[in-house]
């Protein structure tokens, strides 16, 4: 079965510290790897894309790691700030042949971090 | 500066309404997606289109929920009728081909009582 688990389910850090957050998947076949930021009342926004053959992906002060072999990828967020408060989801996109025209997205149910001052 | 723009952006309406959700994609995006977030099950897929066609709607409820793209600046998803468990943040998103980055709106907050 398709699916993509994330932990910690919730994470509580002080401003200005790190911290990685964890994201399994059991898809077949595979595409490419996305994290997502999650304000909330807001829509998510792309962070990351990686594809089976990139291993690290920077965007600002978000790192995103894959390991295609353990079906594993994390997001390390550094020096973190308020305004990194957010829910972040990791999605893995399947080309299924899905539908015959795109490729099929599994979400994760996402990691909510609260940064404290 | 292009983004998925939807409205409302808060419904509260009452069992047996009906509730229409619009959606404008980003100009030159052909794919476009419908997505419902529960606090119980995060996102899901309810139904997509390429090129205006809908390509999959597996993951709506047929006898309810109807998705259409009247044109390419404009999707609609209606329910009828609305129900209480159908409470939700419905997200629209595109992207420009098969496997690209996706882009979300804002969401639209719906209250069925």
């Known amino acids: 079965k398709n699916q993509v688990e994330q932990s910690p389910q919730s994470l509580i850090i002080l401003e200005g510290k790190n911290c990685t957050l964890q994201c399994n998947y059991t898809v077949s076949p595979f595409s490419n790897l996305r994290w997502y930021k999650q304000d909330t009342g807001r829509g998510p926004v792309s962070l990351t894309i990686?594809?089976?053959?990139?291993n690290t992906k920077s965007n600002g002060r978000y790192t995103a790691t894959l390991d295609a072999d353990t079906k594993q990828s994390s997001l390390h967020i550094t020096a973190s700030q308020l305004s990194d408060s957010a829910s972040y989801i990791c999605?893995?996109?399947?080309?299924?042949?899905?539908?015959?025209?795109?490729?099929?997205?599994?979400f994760g149910t996402g990691t909510l971090l609260a940064v404290q001052p | 500066d292009a983004r998925v723009t939807q409205t409302p952006r808060h419904k509260v309406t009452e069992m047996g309404q009906e509730v229409t959700m619009r959606c404008q994609p980003i100009l030159g995006h052909n794919t476009v997606f419908w997505y419902r977030q529960t606090m119980m099950q995060g996102l899901e897929l309810l139904a997509y289109?390429?090129?205006?066609?809908?390509?999959?709607d597996s993951g709506m409820p047929k006898d309810r929920f109807s998705a259409e793209m009247p044109d390419a600046t404009l999707a609609t998803l209606k329910i009828q009728p609305s129900e209480p468990r159908d409470s939700a943040v419905y997200f629209c998103a595109s992207q420009r081909g098969a496997d690209n980055e996706q882009f979300f709106g804002p969401g639209t907050r719906l209250t069925v009582l």
């Open positions: 289109f390429r090129n205006r066609a809908p390509l999959d």
């Open positions: 999605v893995v996109s399947s080309n299924l042949n899905y539908g015959g025209a795109t490729n099929k997205l599994i």
């Open positions: 990686m594809t089976f053959s990139e």
